[in-house]
């Protein structure tokens, strides 16, 4: 009877201990609004002299995991690092998690012309915060405005070839390193 005694003493202790480490835990910070997000970003990239990498997503997107997995790749890092400053922005949520949105965020989609697009959509501006280039192909020529087709996260030939222009346009990268950065996102082409 003592066992048990203690055995329901030492459960009690610790629901109570639990629930008050919950109450006392600050709810999760609300993200940053997509214009303060992109404007730091873009500060950012005219002090380093680099251009801007933004990219949006969310939790329940398995692309958008590629895309992020891809960027990060250890072979091709380095290269994103040395010309960009890439601007996570989270938009498109489930139901229930709009918490983990950016504030904004959609908004910017669609004041750059890519609000109906799937995810991941990627957008690259210039130091200025001008728009140089985007996940959508278009054909030759086109303005912005032009609906395309969004390339989320590169991985056909034709949409890595795409990736790969828009890179080509706005960095320092060589035909090698395009070469490498091809490479990686080539493997997440689906073989069917």
């Not at 990627?122 to 030759?140: C, H, M, Y």
Request: proline fraction near 6%; hydrophobic fraction near 40%; include cysteine.
């Amino acid at each position: 009877m003592k066992l048990k005694s203690l055995l329901l003493t030492i459960t009690t202790v610790l629901t109570i201990q639990s629930a008050i480490a919950q109450t006392a835990t600050p709810a999760a910070a609300t993200p940053a609004p997509a214009t303060e997000v992109l404007a730091a970003a873009v500060k950012k990239a005219a002090k380093e002299k680099k251009q801007v990498l933004a990219i949006f997503h969310a939790s329940w997107c398995g692309w958008c995991h590629k895309m992020i997995a891809s960027l990060n790749d250890p072979a091709i890092k380095p290269y994103f690092d040395k010309n960009y400053v890439i601007a996570d922005f989270v938009v498109k949520e489930s139901k229930g998690k709009e918490n983990l949105e950016n504030p904004g965020g959609s908004d910017l989609l669609a004041k750059y012309y890519n609000a109906d697009q799937g995810l991941p959509t990627w957008l690259l501006f210039d130091a200025k915060q001008n728009l140089v280039a985007d996940s959508q192909i278009r054909p030759e020529g086109a303005p912005f405005s032009t609906k395309g087709e969004n390339v989320g996260c590169p991985a056909k030939p034709e949409e890595v070839q795409h990736f790969i222009k828009a890179l080509k346009k706005t960095s320092s990268l060589d035909e090698k390193q395009l070469s490498e950065i091809a490479a990686v996102f080539s493997k997440n082409e689906i073989k069917r």
